[in-house]
């Protein structure tokens, strides 16, 4: 199963507000969102013992076998959905408790995150922006209960949200990558799109994202000279093209290639191409 499959499908959620209770082990064939917002739970994950306070938020994944308790009364949010398509996804349910052999379900069994390589989210999940994961939930929850058709597929754009964040928190491919391990292909089109713009360093550095010596650095490796000089061929290179293949007058020319006046584009034309100008276009 790949990252493209993710499609999220809100098949419940609810609002509970429940005194002290408990769910018998089971297993389920989709993902268990469950938000602690009031109270205290305790989650049993294949033999493993989790308590859950305020503001933590557990995901139970397919196929696992949990029990749940609140030990106290509680407010607990909570959604199941498919995170992976599946066309037969609308056959699938939520399981009830004491229902731990789903063997007649196989075909509906949601795959584990653990499917995209390198993705290993713990039951108890643990967003960096706690406040914003929270609040997103309960838009979620209110959305998909407004049983109103839009307002349920904005249920599920948020889901994709929340799943996002996941992968992002728990899968080193899809972390956000440091800027300055980002090539700087971009650089050519860039320039030639705005050749006679008076473009500088520090107006490459701020589209990379990085300071004007790290930049300079990085276009150095990448490219064997400086922005600067590396801006200023590509501008003698057009200038050459326009005198190549059209009439214009070698004032315009240079006004259009960035030069600000016909002096220093022909001195600078000169010393890179070892012609001037008019030579370049008699020839």
Same mark, same amino acid.
Request: charged content about 20%.
């Given at each position: 199963?790949?990252? $493209? !499959? /993710?499609?999220?499908?809100?098949? &419940?959620?609810?609002?509970?507000? %429940?005194?002290?209770?408990? @769910? ?30 305020? $503001? !933590? /938020?557990?995901?139970?994944?397919? &196929?696992?076998?949990?029990?749940? %308790?609140?030990?106290?009364? @509680? ?209």
């Amino acid at each position: 199963m790949l990252a $493209g !499959d /993710v499609a999220p499908y809100i098949r &419940d959620a609810d609002y509970a507000i %429940r005194s002290p209770w408990y @769910t018998p082990p089971r297993r389920i064939m989709d993902y268990l969102l469950l938000f602690v917002e009031e109270g205290e739970c305790i989650a049993t994950v294949e033999h493993e013992t989790i308590t859950l306070s305020r $503001g !933590d /938020v557990c995901l139970i994944q397919p &196929d696992t076998l949990h029990s749940l %308790r609140g030990v106290t009364d @509680t407010v607990t949010p909570y959604v199941h959905m498919d995170v992976f398509y599946n066309p037969r996804r609308e056959e699938a349910f939520p399981t009830k408790g004491g229902q731990v052999s789903l063997k007649p379900y196989e075909h509906l069994i949601q795959p584990q995150l653990t499917a995209i390589e390198g993705v290993a989210v713990p039951v108890r999940v643990q967003p960096r922006h706690p406040d914003v994961f929270h609040s997103t939930i309960l838009r979620m929850v209110a959305a998909w209960q407004s049983h109103d058709r839009l307002q349920q597929l904005e249920a599920n754009h948020l889901a994709m949200g929340l799943i996002l964040e996941l992968l992002r928190d728990h899968g080193p491919a899809f972390r956000k990558p440091d800027p300055s391990s980002r090539p700087l292909n971009w650089v050519s089109s860039y320039l030639s799109f705005h050749i006679g713009d008076p473009i500088t360093v520090a107006d490459m550095a701020k589209r990379a994202n990085l300071s004007q010596s790290r930049f300079s650095t990085l276009f150095h490796q990448q490219f064997g000279q400086s922005p600067y000089q590396f801006f200023l061929r590509l501008r003698v290179a057009h200038a050459q093209e326009l005198l190549r293949t059209t009439d214009i007058p070698i004032r315009d020319i240079a006004h259009y290639c960035g030069f600000a006046d016909v002096h220093h584009f022909s001195k600078v034309f000169k010393r890179l191409t070892s012609q001037t100008p008019g030579s370049a276009r008699r020839r």
